[in-house]
């Protein structure tokens, strides 16, 4: 499970999703009297934690493992772009928005870490065809 270096990445991208919530960035979502603007990127944080989760557990499918991955990348995506769209409603990124600003960083990071998740599963995958060309 954990012997390979995208089960790795996958692992520390989804530890880091959590900790967007020790930050102000969701009170100012819910301040918002839409509140979707608060559960659209809450929900897709839970599944891109969930789908990176799984995708780990997946090792022995990785065509499928790759499909949760992209999952888990679009949504956390999607959670950048909802931060990054807060930050800017909220009057740009100055020092007094240092707190929201951490939360756009560690999504950042961990869609990131998603895309080195990735990236090392088609290594693997083309790794696994090549050993198949020569059998």
Do not use: C, H
């Amino acid at each position: 499970m954990i012997q390979r270096i995208q089960s790795l990445w996958l692992l520390l991208a989804a530890a880091l999703n959590p900790l967007m919530l020790l930050t102000p960035m969701p009170e100012r979502m819910a301040a918002d009297p839409a509140e979707w603007i608060y559960w659209a990127p809450m929900s897709m944080v839970a599944l891109a934690s969930f789908a990176l989760l799984v995708a780990i557990f997946s090792f022995k499918k990785p065509s499928l493992q790759l499909q949760i991955v992209r999952i888990g990348t679009l949504s956390l995506a999607g959670v950048f772009a909802f931060e990054v769209a807060i930050l800017f409603s909220l009057g740009g990124i100055g020092p007094y928005l240092w707190d929201e600003a951490i939360s756009a960083a560690i999504t950042g990071s961990s869609l990131v870490l998603a895309f080195l998740g990735r990236r090392a599963i088609q290594m693997d995958q083309a790794l696994l065809a090549s050993v198949d060309r020569l059998r």
